[in-house]
């Protein structure tokens, strides 16, 4: 059964870093779509940042400028660099992989921007 695991969540002040990774179980080659998505308190899931297979990006309009998607295909692991931390960006951050068959997700990061 494949598994992803985040890490690199945390506590942070408002314009701090933190670097998420999500570590696959199997090649992530595979998967010709990864994600992260994030889930505040009271909202709904969104999308934050997506990376295909062909390394093409995408971003939330609220995030653009300020957030890098990436991954690396030796270390089967997905990586989401947060810059410019604002307490809007406090959610539980799920990373996601898609092939034609399957949808998988992580269990989530929790990332706190405070004062």
């Known amino acids: 059964q494949v598994q992803l695991v985040e890490s690199g969540g945390g506590l942070v002040q408002p314009g701090g870093s933190l670097r998420l990774s999500c570590a696959a179980s199997k090649s992530i080659s595979s998967f010709y779509n990864m994600g992260w998505y994030r889930q505040a308190p009271w909202k709904q899931r969104e999308l934050v940042a997506g990376?295909?297979?062909?390394?093409?990006?995408n971003y939330a309009d609220s995030v653009k400028n300020r957030f890098i998607i990436s991954r690396d295909i030796a270390k089967n692991t997905m990586y989401l660099k947060m810059n410019s931390l604002k307490t809007e960006d406090t959610a539980v951050y799920f990373c996601?992989?898609?092939?034609?068959?399957?949808?998988?997700w992580g269990q989530g990061t929790q990332v706190t921007v405070s004062s």
């Open positions: 990376i295909t297979n062909r390394d093409s990006t």
């Open positions: 996601n992989a898609r092939t034609t068959i399957l949808t998988l």
